[in-house]
């Protein structure tokens, strides 16, 4: 019922800025926890970051921390992801997701899915 759209996605070199942002439709977008997971080469799909369904809790992996910065406009039924200091290592297909419970950081409690936007960083 709920459906997730994700862009702002490109390639960048290291160093660079990007903002990723994701739209919600159907279901009351301002109840649900929102997150993104990301998914490199060879690799299974980790946890990046996590914002309350408020937006007054956020949580983040150590990898990045202090350079990623989740937020949302639940007026526009949005969440952002902005990424600064992009390192080779963020390369990755980043996917937003959704739950009608508190933040978690395990993708197994995730209801809702997009389909993901590339993000590729070159060194």
């Known amino acids: 019922q709920v459906q997730l759209g994700a862009s702002g996605g490109g390639l960048v070199q290291a160093g660079d800025s990007l903002r990723l942002s994701c739209t919600a439709s159907g279901r009351t977008f301002s109840s649900y926890a929102m997150a993104w997971f990301r998914q490199g080469p060879g690799k299974e799909r980790e946890f990046v970051a996590a914002i309350s369904w408020r937006g007054g809790s956020t949580y983040y992996a150590d990898s990045v921390k202090g350079r990623f910065t989740i937020s949302r406009d639940n007026a526009k039924n949005t969440v952002y992801l902005q990424m600064n200091t992009l390192k080779p290592e963020d390369t990755a297909v980043y996917y937003c997701?959704?739950?009608?419970?508190?933040?978690?950081?395990?993708?197994?409690?995730?209801?809702?899915w997009g389909q993901g936007t590339q993000v590729t960083v070159s060194s």
């Open positions: 997701a959704a739950r009608s419970g508190g933040v978690s950081s395990r993708r197994e409690e995730y209801n809702y």
